[in-house]
């Protein structure tokens, strides 16, 4: 078993890596903010190739002002605004994620094939969405007549609150998936709209 222990970005990264099993991690935040305890977000160098690779049995814990921004994050749309790329075949199971100073517990977008079972959240999951969570809404939109001048100027909050299990079913195919995952619609947007998890 290994600790990770207030990383600042992501504790781990994983890049495809067909077949690995990542396992038995134990990953903190305990006096940092960090962007992520575990990744499945890249493209590269595997084509979006996640084929049995395993990410099971971890535990992710957030303490109180040391906020980690999401526990696992799965797909493309957690670290940018591409909604087209997919990646595919990865299994996560048996997770655990706990802490009162939890953001997402696992958000998922832009996957096919997924396997997502078994895990739980006993998080308290919260945190402030800040001026990078604006997203920008044009005249003629619903809404656009109500919304008031700096509104106009720089844009809305449209992502979700934290939540432990979000998945935007817009951009999943296929797979299997725990019953208590809500759907909602995010993505990372770049710097005067962006979502939850943007690289600081």
């Known amino acids: 078993m290994d600790s990770f222990i207030d990383t600042t970005d992501a504790a781990i990264v994983i890049y495809g890596s067909p077949g690995s099993l990542i396992s038995s991690n134990h990953i903190l935040s305990s006096t940092h903010s960090q962007m992520a305890g575990i990744l499945m977000a890249d493209v590269e160098p595997f084509d979006g190739d996640y084929t049995n690779t395993r990410v099971i049995n971890n535990t992710l814990e957030a303490d109180e002002n040391a906020l980690m921004r999401v526990a696992i994050g799965l797909g493309a749309a957690v670290l940018s605004d591409d909604m087209d790329t997919v990646i595919r075949g990865g299994i996560v199971k048996g997770n655990t994620i706990k802490g009162i100073g939890m953001g997402y517990g ?27 969570c604006l997203v920008p809404v044009e005249p003629g939109e619903d809404g656009y007549d109500l919304l008031t001048e700096a509104e106009k100027e720089h844009g809305v909050i449209r992502n979700p609150l934290p939540t432990a299990f979000l998945k935007d079913d817009h951009y999943i195919t296929g797979g299997e998936w725990q019953e208590d995952f809500i759907q909602g619609d995010f993505s990372y947007r770049e710097p005067s709209a962006s979502s939850f998890t943007g690289r600081q």
């Open 106 to 132: 696992i958000a998922a977008s832009g996957l096919k094939d997924f396997t997502v079972l078994d895990n739980e959240s006993t998080a308290r999951h919260g945190g402030k969405r800040g001026a990078r």
